[in-house]
């Protein structure tokens, strides 16, 4: 028993270990990477002195970028876990169940009707309009989720959500002013590109205060895992825990829909990815380990989009379907497999 914990433990430690190395690595490949080479001397000097072009090439363009891939990856990442624990379903994630999508129709609306009014959208108000979009498709997949006991039937459903909001964005999108409509297709494409230190600000005080929330809330995901009788019977107030539980993971995810469009399967992947690393879904683990797996996934997305067919840019949400959707192919089927056997 004894030695089976040791080895429990070197695993978890060899696990983190690897995600620090991959994320000081992509780190670095991010920051020397892009349509402007710059020799190592070069990029030691902007960092330290911060002085001539290169200093504000890393400091104004890649150096916020790195750190939006960073934390929007991190949180995007969690919010899936949670969606995952609250409907005990390993396919639950903001883009497969429709939430991120409903977040991105109501920021295009609210984008559509200031922009015709000559107003810019701030940073606070893309955030407050994702959150109510987020809310609005998650109060949709709440009303399914009790009527309907099959976990395709709510996958489905989620997906039909999504292509409702999408269609209905694309609409809007149909009769905006041309000026409109340049500014949310660039939005609306998903990327990190375009990030400044403020946005980075408003990234930094929304995510961190919410990952300190799900950090404190362990012990009840510990013990809501095992069902929520359970959880009830050790004093966890459900209906209380489940509300802050879905009000945490629509606030993370309206925050990355805000800052960087719809990013696709990150939520659903990268939990999967972190449960098979660790080889356990014990939140005090998971929750640190999906949200530095999801800033590395983000990152090596991020990093593939600016460089593979440089100097276009691809989408990030294109990288992360084409990395992400065959390790939700992998979940369906499995999860099929066992049902099918059981």
């Not at 995007?76 to 994630?93: D, E, K, R």
């Not at 409109?180 to 590109?193: K, P």
């Amino acid at each position: 028993m004894v030695l089976m914990e040791r080895k429990k433990r070197i695993r978890y430690n060899l696990s983190f270990l690897l995600l620090v190395i991959l994320l000081l690595v992509l780190f670095f490949l991010n920051l020397v990477s892009g349509s402007v080479q710059m020799r190592p001397e070069e990029i030691i000097n902007a960092l330290v002195g911060r002085t001539g072009d290169g200093a504000v090439i890393l400091w104004e363009i890649r150096i916020p970028r790195i750190l939006a891939a960073f934390f929007l990856g991190g949180a995007l990442s969690v919010s899936g876990f949670l969606l995952q624990t609250f409907f005990a379903n390993p396919i639950a994630g903001p883009f497969v169940l429709g939430i991120s999508s409903g977040a991105k129709l109501v920021v295009a609306l609210v984008m559509i009707l200031l922009l015709s009014r000559g107003i810019s959208m701030n940073s606070l108000s893309m955030v407050l309009a994702a959150f109510v979009g987020s809310m609005i498709c998650t109060g949709f997949v709440l009303m399914i989720s009790g009527k309907v006991r099959n976990m395709s039937v709510l996958v489905i459903c989620g997906v039909m959500i999504g292509y409702i909001c999408s269609a209905i964005t694309d609409f809007a999108v149909t009769f905006a002013d041309d000026s409109n409509i340049v500014n949310l297709h660039n939005w609306s494409l998903g990327s990190f590109s375009g990030t400044t230190w403020d946005n980075v600000k408003v990234i930094v005080l929304i995510v961190i205060p919410a990952l300190f929330f799900v950090v404190g809330m362990t012990k009840q995901i510990n013990a809501y895992q095992m069902g929520a009788t359970y959880a009830q019977s050790l004093g966890v107030n459900i209906r209380l825990f489940r509300t802050v539980l879905i009000l945490l993971s629509s606030i993370l995810s309206a925050c990355v829909t805000a800052f960087a469009g719809p990013v696709s399967f990150v939520g659903v992947a990268v939990p999967h990815l972190m449960k098979s690393l660790f080889g356990t879904a014990r939140p005090i683990l998971m929750i640190p380990a999906c949200f530095l797996g999801g800033a590395a996934f983000c990152l090596a997305c991020d990093l593939i989009a600016r460089t593979f067919f440089s100097p276009t840019e691809l989408s990030i949400s294109s990288v992360t379907a084409v990395l992400g959707a065959p390790i939700v192919i992998y979940v369906m089927l499995r999860q099929h497999r066992k049902e099918w056997d059981g």
